[in-house]
């Protein structure tokens, strides 16, 4: 089993950051992807950025140029900088792991931009 914990969720004025931590535990395989995807109320859970081991990375339009996923791999974390944060980047943040076609999903972090 897989358990990921997240942290770094809160509330920010727009134009302001926030980093997400994510830290993975458990059976974790030496090929993987990390990310976080994000889901506003009403809206479906979508993509914001992964990265796999190799350092491939994977982000959302919407979001290219303002946030940046990064990963150590010895400690099985990943991470999302967040900058110039918007109103609309206003979800809830999940970590996801995903290793052989397998995803693993942390509790979620509320992320919150005010305009």
């Known amino acids: 089993q897989v358990q990921l914990v997240e942290s770094g969720g809160g509330l920010v004025q727009a134009g302001g950051s926030l980093r997400l931590s994510c830290a993975a535990s458990g059976s974790i395989f030496r090929h993987n992807a990390m990310g976080w995807y994000r889901q506003a109320p009403g809206k479906q859970r979508e993509l914001v950025a992964a990265m796999n081991t190799n350092g491939n990375t994977n982000y959302a339009e919407s979001v290219k140029g303002r946030f940046t996923v990064s990963r150590d791999n010895a400690k099985n974390t990943v991470y999302l900088q967040m900058n110039s944060l918007k109103p609309e980047d206003t979800a809830v943040y999940y970590c996801?792991?995903?290793?052989?076609?397998?995803?693993?999903w942390g509790q979620g972090t509320q992320v919150t931009v005010s305009s």
């Open positions: 996801n792991l995903n290793q052989y076609t397998l995803d693993y």
